[in-house]
């Protein structure tokens, strides 16, 4: 998992938890350390987080890569050598 991945994907999950204690308890967690749902620094984070979200759309919605087993080991799709491709997958 590359750096910006893991960056979005807990962005992601800070918005997620935001709006879980919203849905729950009414409570903007972001508006309320940053002094108000305008407040520049609560708007970049609002940003932030629907940009992480919209990077982790891409992963979500591609086709994931099936692995190979070959002896006992799992090789990636584009791990080729020879004959081994004539060998049936197991």
């Known amino acids: 998992m590359q750096v910006i991945d ?3 994907l807990i962005l992601t ?3 997620g938890l ?5 849905g729950l ?3 903007d967690l972001v508006a309320w350390i940053c002094g108000g749902q305008t ?6 984070i609002y940003t932030l987080v629907g940009l992480a979200a919209v990077w982790c ?3 979500a ?3 994931p890569r099936r ?8 090789m990636p799709p584009a791990a080729k050598n020879g004959m081994a491709d004539a060998m049936p997958f197991f």
């Open 25 to 27: 308890f009414r409570f």
């Open 61 to 63: 919605l591609s086709r």
């Open 39 to 44: 407040a520049v620094a609560a708007r970049v």
């Open 18 to 22: 935001n709006w879980g204690s919203i």
């Open 67 to 74: 692995a190979r087993r070959r002896g006992g080991h799992v």
């Open 13 to 15: 999950i800070v918005g």
């Open 57 to 59: 759309i891409s992963p």
């Open 6 to 8: 893991r960056i979005a």
